[in-house]
């Protein structure tokens, strides 16, 4: 079945950095995809959509300045989150819709875990 | 998207069928139910979807009220790897994927 692979699986870095985390279709165009943060013990929340060739559509509450989407291919989207800080520490997990949003199932990412000392 | 409700917990003995329910009461005709599942530190995973029609897959089966108010999801022969957070979703066909979240089910298969 359609695979939606991130990078790095993992990452820590210091306060003040920016951090990139890649998203990627392996097997199927997507022209939509999700980013999404979990904190411990919580759900996912959604923060943008990322469509192709256009600006990222962002949730209420989530600033766009700070965390970054680039869709510039039909398999990758990535997220940066700029200048992080250890209270954006956290798991974000991307999905990927190949079909414009029909019907069918979205398929998730494996999840990247951000930790900002 | 319609919000659901579904119980913050269920505990489950592994071989016996686990039956989730979820309740969508305010659900639109043009709304799906999804039902995903998350393990711990991991992206979650698609198990099944449905409209009204009761639907079955390798994982499980997924049974829809006929009013569409609420639906369950059943798995047949729960196994220690299904220990997990479940979540119920509504998604509408025009919403372009985009999923909203609720607290889930979590459940635990024990021995």
């Known amino acids: 079945g359609a695979v939606v692979s991130q990078h790095p699986s993992r990452v820590i870095c210091k306060s003040g950095t920016s951090v990139k985390i890649e998203c990627r279709s392996l097997?199927?165009?997507?022209?939509?995809m999700f980013w999404y943060r979990q904190f411990p013990k919580q759900s996912l929340m959604l923060m943008a959509t990322?469509?192709?060739?256009?600006?990222?559509?962002?949730e209420q509450g989530v600033e766009k300045d700070k965390f970054l989407i680039n869709h510039a291919s039909l398999t990758l989207s990535t997220l940066t989150v700029t200048s992080a800080h250890p209270e954006d520490s956290s798991f974000y997990i991307c999905?990927?819709?190949?079909?414009?949003?029909?019907?069918?199932?979205?398929?998730f990412g494996e999840g990247s875990r951000l930790t900002v000392l | 998207d319609a919000k659901t409700t579904q119980p913050p917990s269920m505990d489950c003995a592994e071989g016996r069928a686990a039956n989730l329910p979820c309740n969508h009461s305010?659900?639109?005709?043009?709304?799906?139910v999804y039902w995903y599942r998350q393990i711990h530190s991991q992206g979650p995973q698609y198990i099944i979807h449905?409209?009204?029609n009761n639907e079955t897959n390798e994982m499980a089966s997924l049974i829809i009220t006929e009013d569409r108010k609420s639906s369950t999801l059943i798995l047949p022969h729960a196994t220690l790897r299904d220990t997990a957070v479940y979540y119920c979703?509504?998604?509408?066909?025009?919403?372009?994927?985009?999923?909203?979240f609720g607290a889930g089910t979590q459940v635990v298969v024990t021995p």
């Open positions: 449905g409209l009204k």
């Open positions: 305010t659900i639109s005709g043009n709304e799906y």
């Open positions: 990322s469509n192709e060739g256009s600006k990222a559509t962002y």
């Open positions: 097997d199927f165009q997507a022209t939509t």
């Open positions: 979703i509504v998604r509408a066909t025009d919403s372009w994927g985009k999923l909203q």
């Open positions: 999905s990927a819709s190949g079909s414009g949003g029909a019907v069918g199932e979205l398929f």
